[in-house]
């Protein structure tokens, strides 16, 4: 008996280029086995609004139905529309094994140019081979193609009144890359689907195909031996950690120290001694830089690949919610303040009203991780000028909180390496942490706050999402709060220094 050939599409083709165990496990287990991050649903998302805008470059084209059609009827469809539409989205062809669908095809003469849309900002790696394989079925199917291009988002538009599609996108020539691809492709699918009539997965072991181009969703069942505080735990620079794998080494005891130096020999120490470091100096130095009243903020933003509102990018930040707590001297009574811009609408005008009617010019401004919130706050200085100065103030006193940990002035070996608030938090503070949360990451909250602009005209769940989201903030700046206490005791039992 035959062994069955299996069709590809263009999106398992990519799978089976990272990894052929990653594309066999697709195919033949059950979907339960796949972890889908909310990320790239997010991506997965975001790419088709992102398609669907890029359609009106080039207007008026046939759409070619694919949503509950079978492959066969959208084959005979785009048959049809190439004898007499002179643009065609989503035509859909098959050959040598490989079923593609094309973003966007124009006539142009007696050939057709092929446009690829990305919701990126810029032609990657992995990008070429997509277009690579549907130039190889499109080709092979007998269609002409003159010219191949990857059509992306440009990082320098700035929305102003209505969209400019024009603007919004542009499309770069990649046809000589294309072309050069060309020989290898076959093979590859020869090989893919020799390895899909396989019983077994293939014996892969990981590797770093695992994480690039693309995180794989298998990642959880392949990694499952992993052990806790493993080699793939070392933060920071250093020794390489897939030459240690290939010699053996997977635990973090089982390191050589003498291959470690720097701030991974530290973890690892610390890692054995289950012990903490404590620079006083590095301690009394970030002390000395803060002052009161103290205010401890904290933001959360979204990202739209097309910029819903004026002065905006693509993926350009939008702030939507901010947390502040403020203490007005040492040890003195804590306040909280909290903002959630309402759904549906631009959220940045209310939200620096509200801002920065609570902060004041010469107050001491505290965040985790100052790039990010100084970046927010610059972003609105100049999308509101006539705010900049105030807001400019604030830039000016903000402070990192960060800065301590991540110089490893305080360090805990329950971090494993990390300086992110979600692991120093529980690691110094036992009764506090994110787990529990309805809303327990930047992520989620994204996530919750798409949401609740989706049931704006339910009252019973807007509550309920707002309240997840405030709750979410909230124990942001908290934490900041009950680390910065950790700071000062351990300070106050130094004594004098």
């Known amino acids: 008996m035959a062994k069955r050939k299996f069709t590809l599409s263009k999106s398992r083709y990519i799978r089976g280029l990272q990894c052929h165990k990653s594309l066999w496990l697709y195919t033949h287990e059950p979907p339960e086995l796949r972890n889908v991050s909310k990320s790239a649903m997010a991506s997965f998302q975001q790419g ?17 139905e694919f949503d509950g059609v079978p492959f066969d009827v959208q084959i005979s469809e785009t ?40 919701a990126s900002n810029d032609v990657k790696d992995v990008h070429l081979d997509d277009v690579a394989v549907q130039y190889y079925v499109i080709s092979g199917s007998g269609v002409p193609i003159s010219k191949v291009f990857v059509t992306h988002l440009n990082k320098e538009y700035i929305r102003k009144g209505d969209l400019d599609v024009q603007a919004l996108f542009t499309s770069e020539d990649v046809t000589a890359d294309i072309k050069a691809k060309q020989a290898g492709i076959k093979t590859e699918i020869e090989k893919q689907q020799k390895m899909l009539a396989g019983k077994n997965a293939p014996k892969i072991d990981i590797g770093p195909y695992c994480s690039k181009p693309y995180c794989c969703d298998f990642m959880g069942y392949c990694w499952e031996k992993m052990p806790e505080n493993s080699i793939f735990d070392l933060a920071g620079n250093g020794v390489k950690k897939w030459p240690l794998y290939k010699e053996g080494i997977v635990k973090m005891e089982d390191i050589p120290l003498d291959k470690l130096k720097g701030q ?36 959360e933003t979204f990202r739209a690949a097309v910029p819903p509102y004026d002065g905006l990018k693509p993926y350009q930040q939008i702030p939507f919610q901010y947390s502040l707590h403020i203490q007005k001297r040492k040890g003195g009574k804590l306040y909280h303040k909290e903002f959630l811009a309402k759904p549906k609408c631009d959220p940045r005008k209310e939200l620096l009203d509200n801002l920065l009617a609570e902060i004041p010019s010469d107050a001491c401004v505290l965040v985790y991780y100052q790039p990010f919130e100084k970046g ?11 705010k900049a100065k105030h807001i400019n103030a604030i830039i ?8 301590p940990f991540k110089g490893r002035a305080l360090y ?49 769940e807007l509550a309920k999402i707002r309240k997840a989201l405030l ?13 910065l206490e950790v700071i000062e005791k351990k300070m106050a039992k130094s004594g004098p220094t």
């Open 412 to 460: 805990s070996w329950k971090q494993q390496g990390s300086h992110s608030i979600k692991k120093v938090l529980p690691a110094f503070v036992a009764d506090m942490s994110y787990e529990g949360l309805e809303v327990g990451d930047g992520g989620e909250a994204i996530e919750a706050y798409q949401k609740m602009c989706k049931v704006a005209d339910d009252p019973k």
């Open 48 to 64: 088709n609004e992102v398609g669907a805008q890029a359609h009106n470059i080039f207007p008026g084209g046939t759409f070619i």
């Open 471 to 483: 709750e979410y903030c909230c124990q942001d700046t908290l934490a900041m709060v009950r680390l």
């Open 264 to 299: 991974q020999l530290q973890q690892v120490k610390t890692f054995l001694n289950k012990k903490l470091v404590v620079d006083l100096t590095g301690l009394k130095d970030f002390l000395n830089d803060i002052w009161y009243p103290l205010y401890y903020l904290d933001f």
């Open 79 to 118: 048959q049809k529309a190439l004898k007499k539409a002179k643009v065609i989205y989503e035509a859909t062809f098959s050959y040598g094994g490989v079923l593609v669908k094309a973003d966007i095809m124009r006539k142009v003469g007696r050939n057709w140019e092929l446009y690829e849309v990305k």
């Open 396 to 403: 000016k006193n903000v402070r990192d909180l960060l800065a």
């Open 376 to 386: 927010r706050l610059k972003e609105l200085a100049e999308q509101f000028p006539k």
